[in-house]
């Protein structure tokens, strides 16, 4: 996100939104998600390195690695939801709300987090809690000869990914109440 000259940040589509302490918080704890989570990515690339030279080099492949590299690749994409969204490098159409006055885009930022972002993010981590904790109790491993055991530890970032994706949408959500509760005080009376 850029800034103002002001200091406010400037979100994708130009909105300006002032900073909250929630979202201060909030945007600190994703961050520091988003960068832990950057470092699956070198990882995933020596699995799948050591996955191709074991296969072409000495004919032995391993469906063991086959699925490590399709797991880190869920868990850093899960993980990676919340960081884009607190750095605004989400896939926008702001074809139409850039003709828009600020404050429009700010009231169709405040829709789009409240009517669609926050409750899609609860309805996930809603039925995904059900899915984890029925792979946790029942000990689910992989149904491939030689898979990874633990598949509940996978299916616990689909809670706890969407989880930080809902903090991230309400962090957002508090910075543009605070910018259209800002623009509501300074707007003339009549």
Do not use: C
């Amino acid at each position: 996100m850029s800034k103002s000259s002001a200091g406010i940040d400037l979100a994708p589509g130009g909105i300006l939104l002032p900073e909250t302490a929630v979202s201060r918080a909030v945007d600190r704890l994703a961050t520091w998600v988003g960068e832990i989570a950057s470092l699956l990515w070198a990882v995933l690339v020596l699995v799948i390195v050591v996955q191709v030279v074991a296969r072409y080099a000495f004919g032995q492949g391993s469906i063991m690695m086959e699925e490590l590299q399709w797991h880190l690749y869920a868990i850093g994409f899960m993980l990676g939801m919340g960081f884009t969204e607190v750095q605004g490098r989400n896939v926008r159409i702001d074809v139409l709300a850039e003709r828009f006055a600020p404050r429009t885009r700010q009231w169709i930022e405040l829709v789009g987090i409240g009517a669609l972002l926050l409750p899609f993010t609860l309805v996930v981590i809603w039925f995904a809690i059900p899915f984890f904790w029925s792979s946790f109790t029942l000990h689910e491993v992989s149904s491939a000869a030689g898979g990874l055991p633990y598949r509940w530890f996978l299916k616990s970032f689909i809670v706890s990914a969407f989880a930080l994706l809902a903090l991230v949408a309400f962090g957002r959500l508090t910075r543009v109440l605070a910018a259209l509760s800002a623009g509501a005080a300074s707007a003339p009376r009549h």
